[in-house]
């Protein structure tokens, strides 16, 4: 998919928000080029999802400002932003529990009617051939993210794995050029947040991604640059490679001073492995 973004598809500069006294983001700073993968870690209440939420639209800064494509945001509600062809997944899952896979994969592509949405809630103009029309897009997704044969299942009935992937497809069927992805790996087993993994690479030759997640395995394989936070200021910006050599980092995550080693002399650094954040 092409894009006409002039140089980054989203941009947010000095971004801070209070809280009455507390400040929860503080001149914090976000680009994001087309295709890129683009990871926001931190420690706990580091300020990670009040960021999240207002790149998502669901939160206005105190001051600052947010750019789609080098013009303001298209507007604050989620709809708003996937016509403009921004898509998210929520840590909550957010599925339709009383309405079959299938169903809450064709919400994901409601944008996409060309009737309009007006013509699928009223049944009038366009709306059996936009119906179809969804849902041929929402079984192709089903079928891309391998899980087809649950299109008829409530959401409820499936394993939690699978839950995650109709979440996944329900915010790619809709072909956005922005996927901001709310901790992806969370509830998943080692084989399953490898083929997040695999999915995530995949995603950026057709979109931009913005990746919210505490797995600094996932984080460090698929992200392009990563922006750490700390008591809601950016400590560190760059590839995963400097992130994870930064003395600042690894003092945020361990509480390790920038200019001390460990006791057996050896440099911390981030970690990448199986079990998380840092060594």
């Known amino acids: ?8 598809l989203l941009r947010a500069d000095g971004v801070t928000v209070r809280f009455g006294g507390l400040t929860a983001l503080d001149d914090v700073g976000l680009r994001v080029e087309p295709g890129s993968v683009v990871g926001l870690i931190g420690p706990n209440g580091a300020g990670k999802t009040t960021f999240f939420n207002v790149l998502s639209g669901v939160l206005r800064p105190t001051s600052g400002t947010i750019s789609w494509k080098g013009a303001p945001p298209p507007g ?25 896979v299938i169903w809450n994969v064709m919400v994901g592509a409601d944008r996409l009617a060309r009737g309009g949405s007006f013509s699928l809630i009223s049944g009038l103009g366009r709306h059996h051939r936009d119906e179809k029309e969804l849902e041929e897009r929402a079984m192709a997704a089903l079928v891309r993210f391998g899980i087809a044969e649950y ?20 915010a790619c069927v809709g072909e956005p050029e922005l996927l901001l992805l709310d901790e992806p790996a969370s509830g998943l087993s080692g084989q399953q947040m490898d083929n997040l993994a695999e999915q995530i690479r995949g995603f950026s030759k057709d979109m931009a991604v913005v990746l919210v997640e505490h797995h600094m395995d996932l984080v460090m394989n698929v992200c ?8 809601g200021k950016v400590i560190s910006s760059g590839t995963p490679a400097e992130v994870q050599a930064d003395p600042a980092v690894t003092q945020a995550y361990l509480g390790t001073p ?12 981030v970690d990448p492995g199986q079990n998380g954040a840092a060594r």
């Open 1 to 8: 998919m092409t894009t006409t973004a002039p140089e980054h």
């Open 151 to 170: 299109a008829t299942r409530l959401p409820g009935t499936l394993p939690y794995g699978v839950q995650k992937q109709v979440a996944l497809a329900r």
């Open 258 to 269: 920038a200019n001390e080693e460990p006791a057996d002399g050896r440099p911390v650094t």
């Open 76 to 100: 604050r509600k989620t709809h708003h932003l996937a016509k403009a062809g921004i898509a998210r997944t929520f840590q909550g899952l957010n599925l339709f529990p009383m309405m079959p």
């Open 224 to 231: 392009d640059h990563i922006v750490v936070l700390n008591f």
